[in-house]
């Protein structure tokens, strides 16, 4: 049971454009979602989150949205930078007793220079 | 800015052979996580744990595994008779408190199980 999908696998995108990620949930009692930004044989390392009551949070070059009535949050990194290149995925908590995160399957973005 | 830390970095083993990954949590944090990572996969969820119990655990940590935080500062990931399947990238995670918060990872524990 996928809970937390991330629908691109592979993303490519111009240095200086915007590179915007997507994520979808099924889950209603997800409250708390976060971006992770992940290199090859290193941990996940946080980004941005967003609780439910918000619709957008920002912070710097990076722009999350929620859009709670179609389940949907999606990324928005302006400018995109060659560093930015990595595997990006969201995650979704909510209480269950322990805010598990549930993760997606992750989003590799490649920034091209 | 304060770390969570895994050792070892790699670890080979021999199937059936029982492994222990190793976390030092952030010192003030209060929940801590194991995840894992097949390769291209999913980051997966095995096991929240807290105030010494566990917490919540996935389909995938059953009897083979266990954890424990035996003095503190350390929390250990067991696998008891290790199989081919168990191949995987471990990540142990920690928190500070219940609510909204983000979750610090480690750099993980690459397993290889020959």
């Known amino acids: 049971d996928q809970q937390v999908k991330q629908n691109s696998p592979s993303l490519s995108v111009q240095e200086g454009r915007i590179s915007i990620l997507n994520c979808d949930y099924t889950n209603s009692m997800f409250d708390y979602f976060l971006w992770y930004k992940k290199y090859p044989a290193e941990g996940p390392t946080f980004l941005i989150s967003?609780?439910?009551?918000?619709d957008k949070n920002e912070d710097g070059r990076f722009t999350v949205f929620l859009n709670k009535s179609a389940k949907h949050l999606s990324l928005h990194i302006v400018p995109s930078q060659p560093g930015d290149s990595a595997v990006y995925f969201c995650?979704?908590?909510?209480?269950?007793?322990?805010?598990?995160?549930?993760f997606g399957t992750g989003t590799r973005l490649k920034v091209l220079a | 800015e304060p770390e969570v830390t895994q050792t070892p970095s790699h670890q080979v083993t021999q199937m059936g052979q029982e492994v222990i990954l190793r976390c030092v949590p952030i010192?003030?944090?209060?929940?801590f996580y194991w995840y894992r990572q097949i390769l291209g996969q999913k980051v997966e969820f095995l096991v929240s744990?807290?105030?010494?119990?566990?917490?919540?655990k996935s389909e995938i940590f059953d009897d083979q595994f266990s954890v424990e935080r035996p003095d503190g500062s350390n929390f250990t990931l067991k696998i008891r008779s290790t199989k081919l399947e168990d191949s995987a990238m471990y990540f142990c995670?920690?928190?500070?408190?219940?609510?909204?918060?983000?979750?610090?990872f480690g750099s993980g524990t690459q397993l290889s199980v020959l």
């Open positions: 967003i609780s439910s009551i918000k």
């Open positions: 995650a979704a908590s909510g209480y269950s007793g322990t805010y598990k995160y549930i």
């Open positions: 744990f807290y105030n010494n119990e566990i917490s919540e």
């Open positions: 995670a920690s928190k500070q408190g219940v609510g909204e918060e983000k979750l610090f």
């Open positions: 010192s003030n944090h209060l929940y």
